[in-house]
């Protein structure tokens, strides 16, 4: 009689190629690989997008700043000082706003929201043009808003 063995091993090698492809596509979409970010000192991207293209995406004054806090965050504390020592040498083109993620816990979640604060920054077309995870302290803000255009000459 013929002993009937089943061979386990393509099930084994399909079974291990999906998991390193879905934690691979996991772990590129958390840490933001795969979708490019807002970073105005990129030059790669500039090089790669066509001419008539980058004025398209070229972010559009009014901005509207936010920062997502929590509450009695020391950090978020931190860094409201920062802007208002900022504040007064902006011009008109630029509005702040204060969410708080544990108010509105679909905001967190929307945004993906790991750090607070966390300060984003929306053009005229409500397109997220700059983000980051953290504190930025006056002189970084300075050239954040230096670089939109929004620093009184």
């Known amino acids: ?13 399909l079974a291990v190629v999906f998991l390193l492809a879905f934690f691979s596509v996991r772990y590129f979409l958390q840490t933001g690989a795969i979708v490019p970010s807002a970073n105005f000192n990129a030059t790669d991207q500039a090089a790669q997008a066509p001419q008539e293209e980058e ?4 972010p559009e004054p009014p901005y509207v700043f936010w920062q997502v806090e929590g509450q009695e965050c020391v950090s978020c504390v931190a860094q409201k000082k920062a802007l208002e020592e900022v504040k007064p040498n902006l011009t008109g083109d630029i509005s702040f ?3 708080n993620v544990l ?6 979640e929307y945004f993906d929201i790991k750090v607070l604060p966390t300060l984003m920054i929306f053009d005229s077309k409500n397109r997220l043009v700059f983000r980051y995870d953290g504190n930025l302290d006056s002189s970084q803000l300075t050239e954040l808003f230096t670089e939109l255009g929004v620093v009184k000459p």
């Open 1 to 13: 009689m013929e002993s009937k063995q089943k061979t386990y091993i393509p099930y084994v090698i």
């Open 55 to 58: 004025a398209q995406v070229k």
């Open 97 to 99: 706003e204060i969410k």
């Open 103 to 108: 108010d509105d816990a679909e905001l967190g």
